[in-house]
């Protein structure tokens, strides 16, 4: 038995009875519940009750057993000085405020029906992908269909608390912090964190006084990520690490662990030198990459700024002197479609939300809507239950459900399990 089950009957009024009755024998009307509190004090704020005849305005508290309410030291608290009423699941002891006066206690226990608390029981204790699978079916389609709705909106608002924290570290410099999150999304996952720490070592006005210079670009990119310390037989890796130490002693920089890079379990396109190369040529001829972005309208628009291929060196090798067959190293469909997902849209969402700007906010979610859903091992497990995406929009709603709400099994707070949970007062 966990508290939220007693908040999900309160706030719902999931009583079997029209005759509710406290602890000491006074009838109970509740009127209004009052408002969800998420932050610390009373569980629930400017509820409104009837106790016998008489009307009360105030906080609700809520606990497994009454004397809960001293375990937590609550009759210590001003916070907690105007409870009108304790709701409880066992009521074992009386309770008092920190003046001395009794306060009502209502014990659910008796005025509910079973059935959901084992349904609850049941979906909790459950082991399978999702809580819910068993029972997923029968949820309402249309509360499905709006419940992602407000997942997507949920997600990008996520996201947006993150990008405003480094739109902070950053000094508000927008450029600053679209090339930061784009080249943590060059390292997809597996490189991120890699990435994230060459661009924190690579100062973004550095690579702009060199950007006409793919060459100089490189050099600073691979010296500072580690690459270009060994001794290489060919000749283009010598002319940047030649370059690299001369801008290294220039800007003072320090190159980091060349060991943080990940290459096990990768295909070589995804190697992070093919996507250092590929970073490089993007900012060598991307000229006010960001504000091109902010202002495109469609997706194949924000697709040909990233169509580019690395420079001549990379297209028969994977790494330094390991020579290959020869192939063109261009950024993929796929990838540049989740940077779209995962750097640019979200960017766009608070760009056009900071500088009140809801047309840019909207050609955000519309920029998802246009894309296919991403395919990965949470949307697989989705379309296994019957639940199809059909755009990127769709695709990233199921996985902010599965991480924030299946995962942590919230599923009180999730609009699915609550239809599902409530289906047994409504048989």
């Not at 270009?228 to 290294?248: T, V």
């Not at 840019?360 to 809507?369: E, G, P, S, V, W």
Request: a positive charge.
């Amino acid at each position: 038995m966990k508290e939220e089950f007693i908040h999900f009957l309160w706030q719902y009024r999931l009583f079997n009875s029209q005759e509710l009755i406290t602890t000491s024998g006074e009838t109970l009307q509740i009127i209004h519940p009052g408002s969800t509190n998420l932050n610390s004090g009373p569980d629930f704020s400017a509820a409104r009750i009837k106790l016998g005849g008489t009307m009360w305005a105030g906080n609700i508290e809520i606990h497994i057993n009454s004397s809960d309410w001293y375990r937590h030291k609550h009759q210590h608290d001003d916070a907690y000085a105007n409870i009108i009423l304790h709701v409880v699941m066992h009521h074992d002891k009386e309770i008092t405020d920190k003046q001395g006066n009794e306060i009502p206690v209502f014990e659910v226990r008796r005025f509910f029906d079973s059935a959901l608390l084992s349904k609850y029981e049941k979906i909790i204790s459950s082991k399978t992908w999702i809580p819910c699978a068993g029972f997923f079916d029968s949820a309402d389609k249309l509360i499905v269909m709006n419940w992602l709705s407000r997942l997507l909106v949920e997600r990008l608002e996520n996201k947006s608390a993150e990008i405003r924290k480094f739109f902070e570290y950053f000094e508000n410099n927008w450029e600053q912090t679209f090339y930061y999150l784009l080249a943590r999304n060059f390292g997809f996952k597996i490189n991120s964190d890699p990435f994230a720490l060459l661009v924190q070592k690579t100062p973004y006005l550095i690579l702009a006084r060199h950007k006409d210079d793919l060459t100089q670009i490189e050099a600073l990119l691979f010296g500072q990520a580690g690459m270009l310390q060994a001794e290489y037989k060919d000749a283009y890796p010598n002319i940047l690490k030649k370059e690299y130490g001369f801008l290294r002693h220039k800007y003072k920089l320090e190159p980091m662990d060349k060991s943080l890079w990940k290459f096990g379990k990768l295909r070589p396109s995804n190697f992070p030198t093919i996507r250092i190369a590929q970073f490089a040529k993007l900012l060598h001829q991307s000229s006010g990459l960001f504000s091109k972005l902010i202002q495109s309208k469609t997706p194949a628009g924000i697709k040909e700024m990233f169509n580019i291929s690395s420079s001549p060196y990379w297209k028969n090798h994977y790494q330094f002197d390991k020579l290959s067959s020869v192939r063109i190293k261009n950024l993929g469909e796929s990838a540049i479609e989740n940077i779209i997902i995962n750097t640019i849209a979200p960017l766009m969402f608070v760009y056009g939300e900071e500088n009140l700007k809801p047309k840019i906010k909207d050609r955000a979610i519309q920029l998802l809507t246009t894309l296919p859903p991403e395919e990965n091992h949470i949307v697989k497990n989705w379309r296994n239950l019957g639940i199809k995406p059909a755009n990127a929009v769709e695709s990233q709603a199921l996985i902010e459900l599965k991480k924030y709400y299946c995962t942590p099994k919230k599923c009180l707070s999730c609009a699915i399990g609550l239809n599902l949970i409530k289906q047994v007062n409504n048989s």
